[in-house]
């Protein structure tokens, strides 16, 4: 066993020898390096329901130290800058504009500030205005863009509540917003830091066995809970988006959603309630659903959940009771959700496992069950009277599975198909394509008894997307298309128009920079017209050389990884470089997808903020992606054998890359975050593979998450040479 060498710096008086930590400043990287940190990332899309239009947001790519070094706290799963009200690791745009689809011209919005922090951008339904938060040194505001003159006009000042999320929800007349806004009652918050304790906090056990996971970020103690209850406080108002008039709609509570039935009619509010709870997050706290009508009466509760401190053990239990309540997309005002008939136990032997049920208004009927599911209920996709399609899947097999249905005729069976291994990327179908309905609502694109599917096309060869038809009578697909093998990659990023064909693509190249295009697939020989046009803000890396490698485990399983080079790296000369590996493992339940290609080697080189594509500019062979599956097939699980399976996948790498001669396998280095930190230090602790290694940001004592991690549903008690073997703070010195 390869020792590793821990420098640890002891605040004691005891070590007299340890001398004064040195005063530095913030370091800045080589040149070449920073010119790739600081060059602008590709602008996010956002399209319209008609894919007519699309507003462009353009990220920063780092937060700035001022930004980070602003108060944050964290309650009950959630970080909150308190001051401005919002999500304190929200990912700002900067810079927002809008894209004309049909010419490619991008256009400045008049009116929005030309630098600002923009996060929550919401279409209306009918696609004529856009919505989106602005967040200053004081709070969160609130702008509309109009599309037609894109005039933006700030509707609300900065006092909008984004600590639960999105603070605001289109109603469906299109021009009436319903908004999170800071009660007019706040109180201060108790300074945590400073106060003293009024009495001892006390945890009082029921008797009721449990098995939670070990969460971050909970409430410790009362100041906590008052802290959290006035910050996820707020007062809902109505405002008009073109004028910006406002009115009181609710009064205060702890609101978490808000929306609007397809009709406009009612409005479904979901409220968190007391009594919180010291060992789960915010979602498990008791809330309320209420319907209303559109002027603020109270028109029937429709759910009650009590605390869920107490769930069965496995992945797939869950609680009991109502879970994923909603409107129908598909009809005027129809409430529906799912009830586990299992009692949410998944050790618990039963033939269905969740049920779908469904609420007409006015919501004081009986509920009428839909349709039931073999395993876990995993969404519904709804098209009309007559058909819908329900998803299952179940963990311990890695199991998913689709249902055709009619809502109609809930005696009928539902047909079950496409079932699968969910881990078989080679043989996943692709998602149901949806289009636009009369309310404005995402449902099933049926035209004559067939429906599309768009997938990522994951094969051997790489990504190949593809278009494909499914029958519903017969539930067999067809192609409708499918990418052509190229030294580009095409991605599907939106159907546009699926009864034409039209869609909107992302293609891009090993050394093209991503841009937008449309094609019709239907039109045979057609080429795709662009329609953007960014340039490449990563010359730097124009030089470095990029191939996706295949080899092979010991035991026979099919790996890869992607190899970059420096620049002007001579393969003939073959000089032995340094590595750098950087991997993250995954679990499998199955040999034969472990080692599948779910990446392109024409994917365009985008250096990430935490990625090792940097050091191929400072003379490393860099490895990325590099595939550590570790599988537990039948009723092994993948941890039993984590550690030799772990060596296996690194070793299996490095005599890949020394095989092709390009480096010195005794200068390897291996990196990864979280998880993949973990992998890194039992890495470096049971194998002699590495010279260094970088974990960043992760947890390497096992018996502080004794409730199950990452993908392990055992508990410690359960199996305690699992988790010991596991944790390198168990096994090296």
Same mark, same amino acid.
């Given at each position: 066993?390869?020792?590793?060498?821990?420098?640890?710096?002891?605040?004691?008086?005891?070590?007299?020898?340890?001398?004064?930590?040195?005063?530095?400043?913030?370091?800045?990287?080589?040149?070449?390096?920073?010119?790739?940190?600081?060059?602008?990332?590709?602008?996010?899309?956002?399209?319209?329901?008609?894919?007519?239009?699309?507003?462009?947001?353009?990220?920063?790519?780092?937060?700035?130290?001022?930004?980070?070094?602003?108060?944050?706290?964290?309650?009950?799963?959630?970080?909150?800058?308190?001051?401005?009200?919002?999500?304190?690791?929200?990912?700002?745009?900067?810079?927002?504009?809008?894209?004309?689809?049909?010419?490619?011209?991008?256009?400045?919005?008049?009116?929005?500030?030309?630098?600002?922090?923009?996060?929550?951008?919401?279409?209306?339904?009918?696609?004529?205005?856009?919505?989106?938060?602005?967040?200053?040194?004081?709070?969160?505001?609130?702008?509309?863009?109009?599309?037609?003159?894109?005039?933006?006009?700030?509707?609300?000042?900065?006092?909008?509540?984004?600590?639960?999320?999105?603070?605001?929800?289109?109603?469906?007349?299109?021009?009436?917003?319903?908004?999170?806004?800071?009660?007019?009652?706040?109180?201060?918050? /108790?300074? @945590?830091?400073?106060?003293? =304790?009024?009495?001892?906090? *006390?945890?009082?056990?029921? !008797?009721?066995?449990? +098995? &939670?996971?070990?969460?971050?970020?909970?409430?410790?103690?009362?100041?906590?809970?008052?802290?959290?209850?006035?910050?996820?406080?707020?007062?809902?108002?109505?405002?008009?988006?073109?004028?910006?008039?406002?009115?009181?709609?609710?009064?205060?509570?702890?609101?978490?959603?808000?929306?609007?039935?397809?009709?406009?009619?009612?409005?479904?509010?979901?409220?968190?309630?007391?009594?919180?709870?010291? /060992?789960? @997050?915010?979602?498990?706290? =008791?809330?309320?659903?209420? *319907?209303?009508?559109?002027? !603020?009466?109270?028109? +029937? &509760?429709?759910?009650?959940?009590?605390?869920?401190?107490?769930?069965?053990?496995?992945?797939?239990?869950?609680?009991?009771?109502?879970?994923?309540?909603?409107?129908?997309?598909?009809?005027?005002?129809?409430?529906?959700?799912?009830?586990?008939?299992?009692?949410?136990?998944?050790?618990?032997?039963?033939?269905?496992?969740?049920?779908?049920?469904?609420?007409?208004?006015?919501?004081?009927?009986?509920?009428?069950?839909?349709?039931?599911?073999?395993?876990?209920?995993?969404? *519904?996709?709804?098209?009309?009277?007559?058909?819908?399609?329900?998803?299952?899947?179940?963990?311990?097999?890695?199991?998913?599975?689709?249902?055709?249905?009619?809502?109609?005729?809930?005696?009928?069976?539902?047909?079950?198909?496409?079932?699968?291994?969910?881990?078989?990327?080679?043989?996943?179908?692709?998602?149901?394509?949806?289009?636009?309905?009369?309310?404005?609502?995402?449902?099933?694109?049926?035209?004559?008894?067939?429906?599309?599917?768009?997938?990522?096309?994951?094969?051997?060869?790489?990504?190949?997307?593809?278009?494909?038809?499914?029958?519903?009578?017969?539930?067999?697909?067809?192609?409708?298309?499918?990418?052509?093998?190229?030294?580009?990659?095409?991605?599907?990023?939106?159907?546009?128009?699926?009864?034409?064909?039209?869609?909107?693509?992302?293609?891009?190249?090993?050394?093209?920079?991503?841009?937008?295009?449309?094609?019709?697939?239907?039109?045979?020989?057609?080429?795709?017209?662009?329609?953007?046009?960014?340039?490449?803000?990563?010359?730097?890396?124009?030089?470095?050389?990029?191939?996706?490698?295949?080899?092979?485990?010991?035991?026979?399983?099919?790996?890869?990884?992607?190899?970059?080079?420096?620049?002007?790296?001579?393969?003939?000369?073959?000089?032995?470089?340094?590595?750098?590996?950087?991997?993250?493992?995954?679990?499998?339940?199955?040999?034969?997808?472990?080692?599948?290609?779910?990446?392109?080697?024409?994917?365009?080189?985008?250096?990430?903020?935490?990625?090792?594509?940097?050091?191929?500019?400072?003379?490393?062979?860099?490895?990325?992606?590099?595939?550590?599956?570790?599988?537990?097939?039948?009723?092994?699980?993948?941890?039993?054998?984590?550690?030799?399976?772990?060596?296996?996948?690194?070793?299996?790498?490095?005599?890949?890359?020394?095989?092709?001669?390009?480096?010195?396998?005794?200068?390897?280095?291996?990196?990864?975050?979280?998880?993949?930190?973990?992998?890194?230090?039992?890495?470096?602790?049971?194998?002699?593979?590495?010279?260094?290694?970088?974990?960043?940001?992760?947890?390497?004592?096992?018996?502080?998450?004794?409730?199950?991690?990452?993908?392990?549903?055992?508990?410690?008690?359960?199996?305690?040479?699992?988790?010991?073997?596991?944790?390198?703070?168990?096994?090296?010195?």
């Amino acid at each position: 066993m390869k020792k590793i060498v821990l420098s640890l710096l002891f605040l004691s008086l005891s070590f007299s020898s340890i001398k004064a930590q040195e005063s530095l400043t913030y370091q800045q990287p080589t040149k070449e390096i920073l010119q790739l940190a600081t060059a602008p990332l590709p602008p996010a899309t956002s399209v319209d329901g008609k894919g007519e239009n699309a507003f462009l947001s353009y990220k920063s790519r780092y937060k700035s130290i001022a930004e980070l070094s602003e108060t944050e706290l964290r309650l009950a799963g959630l970080r909150i800058n308190p001051v401005t009200n919002i999500n304190s690791r929200e990912n700002f745009s900067d810079k927002v504009t809008f894209l004309d689809l049909k010419t490619g011209q991008e256009k400045t919005i008049s009116g929005l500030p030309q630098s600002g922090k923009f996060s929550n951008q919401s279409w209306n339904n009918n696609d004529s205005k856009f919505a989106l938060t602005n967040t200053t040194d004081k709070g969160v505001e609130l702008w509309i863009v109009d599309v037609k003159s894109l005039q933006a006009t700030k509707v609300y000042e900065d006092q909008l509540n984004a600590n639960l999320g999105r603070p605001f929800a289109w109603m469906s007349d299109n021009k009436t917003l319903v908004v999170k806004v800071l009660p007019s009652d706040r109180k201060p918050l /108790i300074n @945590t830091a400073k106060a003293l =304790p009024v009495g001892p906090t *006390v945890s009082v056990s029921d !008797g009721k066995e449990a +098995q &939670n996971r070990t969460y971050q970020d909970l409430l410790k103690n009362k100041n906590d809970e008052f802290n959290f209850e006035q910050l996820v406080r707020s007062e809902l108002y109505k405002v008009d988006a073109t004028s910006g008039a406002k009115s009181k709609w609710l009064n205060a509570a702890m609101y978490t959603s808000i929306s609007n039935s397809p009709d406009g009619k009612f409005v479904l509010v979901n409220q968190i309630k007391a009594p919180f709870s010291y /060992i789960v @997050t915010y979602g498990s706290f =008791p809330a309320s659903a209420d *319907v209303y009508d559109v002027s !603020g009466q109270l028109v +029937q &509760n429709v759910n009650k959940k009590e605390l869920q401190e107490v769930v069965p053990k496995g992945f797939s239990s869950t609680v009991t009771g109502k879970r994923g309540l909603y409107w129908r997309a598909d009809k005027p005002s129809t409430l529906y959700w799912v009830e586990a008939l299992d009692g949410g136990d998944a050790n618990k032997p039963a033939e269905f496992r969740d049920a779908l049920y469904q609420l007409d208004a006015p919501f004081t009927g009986q509920k009428q069950e839909l349709v039931k599911v073999k395993d876990r209920f995993d969404g *519904v996709v709804w098209g009309n009277d007559n058909v819908a399609l329900v998803a299952d899947s179940w963990y311990n097999t890695r199991n998913t599975s689709s249902y055709l249905f009619n809502p109609s005729n809930p005696q009928q069976e539902a047909k079950r198909f496409f079932s699968r291994n969910e881990q078989d990327a080679y043989n996943n179908p692709g998602d149901f394509v949806r289009d636009v309905n009369e309310f404005g609502w995402n449902v099933l694109a049926i035209n004559k008894d067939k429906i599309m599917l768009q997938g990522d096309g994951a094969s051997p060869e790489g990504i190949l997307p593809f278009i494909d038809e499914l029958d519903l009578k017969t539930l067999k697909t067809s192609r409708l298309w499918r990418a052509q093998k190229s030294d580009k990659l095409e991605q599907i990023t939106n159907v546009i128009d699926p009864k034409k064909g039209i869609v909107l693509e992302r293609i891009q190249s090993k050394t093209e920079y991503p841009n937008l295009f449309v094609r019709n697939i239907f039109q045979k020989g057609g080429k795709a017209k662009q329609i953007t046009f960014n340039k490449n803000p990563f010359e730097a890396l124009n030089g470095v050389t990029k191939e996706l490698i295949k080899y092979k485990r010991e035991d026979g399983v099919e790996l890869s990884g992607t190899l970059y080079l420096p620049p002007n790296y001579d393969k003939k000369k073959k000089e032995k470089l340094p590595m750098l590996m950087w991997a993250y493992p995954r679990e499998f339940k199955d040999a034969s997808t472990a080692g599948q290609v779910t990446t392109s080697e024409n994917q365009f080189v985008t250096p990430s903020y935490g990625g090792p594509i940097f050091w191929a500019l400072k003379g490393y062979a860099i490895l990325d992606d590099a595939a550590f599956p570790i599988i537990g097939e039948g009723k092994q699980e993948p941890n039993d054998t984590y550690v030799p399976q772990l060596v296996a996948n690194a070793k299996a790498a490095i005599d890949a890359v020394d095989k092709l001669g390009y480096i010195d396998r005794t200068r390897v280095a291996v990196g990864g975050h979280s998880y993949g930190a973990f992998m890194t230090a039992n890495l470096l602790t049971h194998s002699n593979l590495f010279a260094a290694g970088i974990a960043r940001s992760g947890a390497y004592n096992r018996t502080l998450t004794p409730f199950g991690f990452q993908s392990e549903q055992r508990s410690y008690w359960e199996a305690p040479d699992v988790y010991n073997t596991m944790a390198p703070f168990q096994n090296e010195d």
